[in-house]
C-alpha cells in the first residue's frame, strides 16, 4: 500500500474509532439523563409499588408525643392490631428515641398512628390497606388486620431511610409527605424459599430473614426441609432421621436440625408477621439423608452412606414397599400437627432414580395421605403429569413445561429457574451460586410475569427459592436474596401493567440505604449503585 493511501486508512479508522466512543459515551450519558427524569417524577420509595399514591400538600411529623391508637370491630380484634403496633413500635422507636404510646379502643386525636379495622371496606380483602397522611396525622385502615400489618410497612418506607437503624439517630426529621394511598396485591402467594437441607441454618437466621423479608410484604417462606445432604425437622418416631441424616451437609460440616418446638417456635415468629411456614419434605428422590438414616427404607435393610456432595439424582424411595408409605404417613402426620399451614410440599422433583410409572405411583399414593392429614398438597414438577394428580395438588412450576397442568386446571405457584432461583449467580463475578439456568442479574429478575408461563387464572402467585448448595453463610444467603427479593415482591404485589423497569430502578436504588442501614447484605449492583 502507498504511504498516502495508508495515512488515508489510518485517519479513517481514528475517526470511526472516535465516532464508536462518542456514541457508546452519549448513550451512557442519555441513559443517565432518561434516568434523572424519572427519578424527578417518582415520588417515593415504596417496594412493592402500591396500586395508588397520591401526594397533597405539607406533611405528617413524629415526635415525643405520637401516640399509636388501635381499634378493630371486635376486642380480639383489637388486641391483635395491638401486636400489630407493638411491631411497629419496636420498628420505630430505636431510630426515633420515641415511646409511641399505644392507645386501646379511643377516638384518635391529632398526632396519632390510627389502626383500624373499623370501617374497612371489604374490597381490600385480607392484605389490603388504605393509609391516609395529613398534617395531623396517619390513619391506617383495613378489612382485616393483616391488611394493616402489610400498611405498616409501607408506613416504615415513606419515613427517612434513617428509620430503619437500630441505633437512635439524630437531627433527622422523621416525617412522611402528606398523601393517600389505596393498595392490595396481584396474587395471593408471593414467596421464598430457604433450603435448609443442603446448608443448615439455625432458628435465628432463619428468623431474621423473616423478618428482613415482611417489610416487602412477603407472606410466604417455604423450608426446603429434606434432601439427599440433610434431613432437619425432627420426627419423633425416627430419632435417627436427625441424628444420622441431620448431623452433616455439604462439603461435611456439622449440620443441624430442628426440634419440633424449634419450628413451632419459627412458625410463630413468621405468623406474627404474617407469614406462613411451608414445609418441605422431598420425595421420591433427594431422598439420601432419610436412606442413611433408616435401614428399613432400602432395598437390601442396610443404611446408606451419608452425602455431603452436590450430584442430584442419584436417590429414591422404594414405590413399592409397604413400610416406605407407612414412614411417610408418620412424617407428615408428625409435620401436620406442628404446621398449621395448610399446604404440605411433597417435593416430586428430579426422581431420576425412579422409573415414571413407579414415580406416578407414588406421587398420587403420597399425595392422598398429604390430603388424609387435611393438607393441600404442592409438588415441584413433574408431578403434575402423574395420572393420579388433579386440581387438588398444586404446582410448583420451576421449568417452562406445565402442560399437564394446565389440562387439569391445577393452581400454580411459578418459580421458573431461570428468572426466579436465587441461587443462580447475577453474573460471571458472583462468587457464590450456580448458573446452570443462567444468571439472573437485578433486571432479568425484576423484568417477567408470572403470566408469561401460565395463565393467570390458574396462577396463585410466585415464589423466589434459595437453594443452598454452595451457600453456606448468612452473609452469603442475604447476597443472593437481596435486591432480588424486592423485584419479586413487586411482581407478586403489583399489577403487571404499573411495572416498568426504569421507574422500579430509581425506587430500588433509594432502598439502597435503608438495606444499609438495617444491616441487610445485599449485591451492591453498578448498574443501580453507581457511587458504590
Ligand atoms: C429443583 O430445582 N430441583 C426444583
Redesign the pocket.
Known sequence: MKSKNKKHLIITLCILVISIVTLVFSNINKEDEDLAVIAEKVNNTIIPKPINYKEAEGKFTLNKDTKIYVKGNTEEETTEITRIAEYLKGKLSPSTGYEFTIVKNEVPSGNSIYLTTVEGKEELGNEGYELTTTTDGIILKAYKPEGLFRGIQTIRQLLPAEIAKSTLVNNVEWSIPASTIYDKPEYAYRGFMIDVARHFFPEDVIKQQIDYAAQYKINRLHLHLTDDQGWRIEIKKYPDLTLIGGSTQVGGGPGGYYTQEQFKSIVQYAADRYIEIIPEVDMPGHTNAALASLAFLNPDGKRKPLYTGIDVGFSTLMTDSEETYEFIENVVKEISAISPSKYFHMGG??ADSTKKEDYDYFVGRVSKIVQKYGKTPIG?DPIDTAPEINSSTILQN?KASNEAAREKNMNMIISI?SKAYLDMKYNSATPYGLNWAGYIPVETAYNWDPTDYAPKNLVLGIESPL?TENIATEDEMEFMIYPRLLGYSEIGWTPKSSRNWPEYKVRLERQGLRMENEGINYYKDKDIWKSK
Open positions: 422433583d428430579e415441584w420451576w429457574a437453594w
